[in-house]
């Protein structure tokens, strides 16, 4: 049994659709939100953070994960405690990215040539991702995670969502706003780590921003969109993982980044022919009333 069917029977693939999942819902709703924030150059350093962090705990011979999770909260925080508004603009975040990428080449020297005995394999998983190959315990790390972020991103979504379309109204409503863009670029650098077991720490950025691009040029309505951004996310983990169970010799990350860029081509075909979704509705307007509205 191959494709869709063997992905249901087979417990290691069982183990990949499920993680794969979590994973998936926590990065649709971050991804609305690093979308409608203009945060997604920050959401693709925080994605090279992970490779970085996995490097530099690998170098010091500890679990990658753990240098994979602080390198990513501990930059999301730092990017955000750098701007005033917890809202970084780009010139930090390319100073940090600039940085972080020098980090990452340091470490993965100082671990290829003292501890890596000449295995590469996982410097190639934390770069590519190894989502099929993801063992039982991996698999309720990352169920733990997907679902603790998604319930906190869930939790602020509605203050989120002020603060990101009016910041200077929602501070003047007694809204933290600068605390909700740490908390939120925290947020993204977990989702991040946590993706790359998925997609590896090169892709992690297409699940940052192809579902949310797909959902804002379907609807423009926020909350519509929140779902169908994780729908989006969803659909091309379960879709990019049938591919790859199905041609093995299709690597699992590229199937499902494969599949979320192909689902942004046809939403942007639709927004460009019927006019509809929150992107096209920003050309017409410098703000979206719609969604303060709704």
């Known amino acids: ?12 693939l069982r183990r990949a659709l499920i993680a794969g999942t979590a994973i998936a819902v926590a990065c649709g709703l971050a991804s609305f939100f690093v979308v409608l924030r203009a945060q997604v150059f920050a959401g693709d350093a925080l994605s090279h953070v992970a490779f970085t962090g ?10 990658a994960r753990i240098g994979l999770f602080a390198g990513c909260v501990a930059v999301g925080l730092g990017m955000a405690t750098l701007d005033r508004s917890g809202q970084p ?17 340091f470490f993965l ?3 290829t040539t003292a501890r890596s005995t000449g295995n590469g394999a996982v410097s190639a998983n934390v770069l590519f991702g190894s989502v099929l190959g993801i063992g039982a315990q ?3 790390v990352a169920v733990a995670i997907g679902l603790g972020t998604s319930a906190v991103l869930l939790a602020v979504a509605r203050p989120l969502l002020f603060a990101s379309l009016d910041p200077a109204v929602a501070r003047a409503r007694g809204i933290p706003v600068r605390a909700l863009g740490l908390l939120f670029l925290a947020l993204v650098g977990v989702t991040a780590g946590e993706a790359r077991q998925a ?46 169970t ?21 939403a942007g ?26």
Not at 54 to 63: N, P, T, Y
Not at 248 to 258: G, H
Request: hydrophobic share 55%; net charge positive; glycine share 14%.
């Open 54 to 63: 996995s490097a530099a705990a690998l170098a010091l011979g500890i679990d």
């Open 269 to 294: 075909l639709g927004s460009v022919v019927t006019g509809r979704g929150l992107i096209s509705a920003r050309r017409q307007s410098a703000h979206v009333p719609t969604i303060s509205k709704t």
């Open 1 to 12: 049994m191959t494709g869709a069917g063997q992905l249901l029977t087979d417990p290691a």
């Open 109 to 111: 020297t100082i671990y």
């Open 199 to 244: 997609v590896g720490a090169l892709l992690v950025l297409g699940l940052l921003a192809a579902p949310a691009g797909v959902a804002m040029r379907l609807t423009r309505r926020p909350w519509a969109g929140l779902a169908a951004s994780v729908g989006t996310a969803v659909l091309s983990v379960w879709l990019g993982l049938a591919i790859a």
């Open 138 to 140: 991996q698999a309720t």
């Open 246 to 266: 199905g041609f093995p010799r299709v690597p699992a990350s590229f199937a499902i980044m494969a599949v979320a860029a192909g689902g942004y081509l046809l």
């Open 89 to 105: 603009d780009d010139v930090v975040v390319g100073t940090v990215f600039a940085w972080v990428l020098g980090l990452g080449s």
